[in-house]
């Protein structure tokens, strides 16, 4: 059964105390997918995996830094369901439906029930339109929203006029269905997500292993086969991943996968999500940490989006300063060395 209210999750046993959640739900969208309920562990009142999805009263504090758009989308958005913010790449967001609402949402505020909804036919046009209007358009990335919720029907459809857009060389899917909706990934969805003919990627989001199980792995492996290059995304978040063991063990989940690891997001200044945020030091040191523990294949890039809309920042630790006419480098193990070297 799909959870997409308080009663649901009581029903589920997910949520032993109701009390005040009303009140979060008429803010905020729930959804949780059977596949994502069978991960929890209701019995631990810190599963890593409720965190992510379960309501909390702590979604009603909303701090002075926190904003209703705070990767600044709007800023960068020229006609509804494009965000144009680097030249040669675009976002469309075709649907703002997701199959799980994520507590940590950057755009919770646009998606769900009461969202954006779906762009109409008309607005599909338009953006579309203006893809094909501006050669330096390279790449287009479909998010929302999930566009994973969309049928294949309509992907094919979306990817096929894509197709006829000669400038468009890269079509990438940003999703959590592979993961927490694994079944929806079939063959007809495969074929769907590759008819645009152009090379096709797939970002997967997950924070954290255990969401990497049975089915999602067999998800991912079709996928892969099909042809299509996997990237991940993750969330670096308080009580969910915020520690190297974690972070090390779903990075090295993705690569057995056939996922390179790609971003790691620091958490962004959404309503309500204070509770899922560390310090920048704090996700320095965890990066930092990774670089010793796991193969260059795993390490995941840190990144900012900085409020505003100015687009995304690499803010891992740098490991080389400029003095005195050399460098110094900062091995795996934190030990400084000069380069060239003195001797
Ligand atoms: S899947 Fe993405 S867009 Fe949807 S709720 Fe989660 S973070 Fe937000």
Known sequence: M????????????????????????????????????????????????????????????TTPDERADPIGDLAHSPVEGIVHRYPDRVLLKAVHVCP????FCFRREMVGPHGLGTLTPAQLDAALAYIAARPEIWEVILTGGDPLVLSPRRLRE??????????????????????LEPERVDMAMVEALKASGKTTYLAVHANHPREISDAARRALARLADGGI???SQSVLLRGVNDNVETLASLMKAFVENRVKPYYLHH???????????????????????????????????????????????????????VGDGCFTVRDWQGVDHPYPPST
């Open 267 to 321: 958490p962004d200044l959404a309503p309500g999500t204070s509770h899922f945020r560390l310090s920048i030091e704090e996700g320095q040191a965890l990066v930092s940490a990774l670089r010793g523990r796991i193969s260059g294949l795993a390490q995941p890039t840190y990144i900012l989006d900085i409020p505003g809309g100015h687009g995304k920042a690499q803010i891992g630790a740098s490991t080389i300063s």
């Open 158 to 179: 979306i990817g096929e006029r894509l197709a006829r857009i000669e400038h468009v060389k890269i079509v990438r899917f940003h999703t959590r269905v592979p993961v």
């Open 100 to 103: 799980v609402y994520c507590r």
């Open 229 to 231: 290059a996997l990237i």
């Open 2 to 61: 799909l959870i997409r209210t308080i009663q649901h999750l009581i029903e589920a046993g997910l949520v032993h105390d109701a009390t005040a959640l009303d009140a979060v739900a008429h803010k905020y969208a729930i959804g949780i997918t059977p596949a994502v309920a069978a991960l929890i562990d209701p019995a631990d009142p810190d599963d890593p995996i409720a965190r992510q999805f379960v309501p909390d009263v702590a979604e009603l504090v």
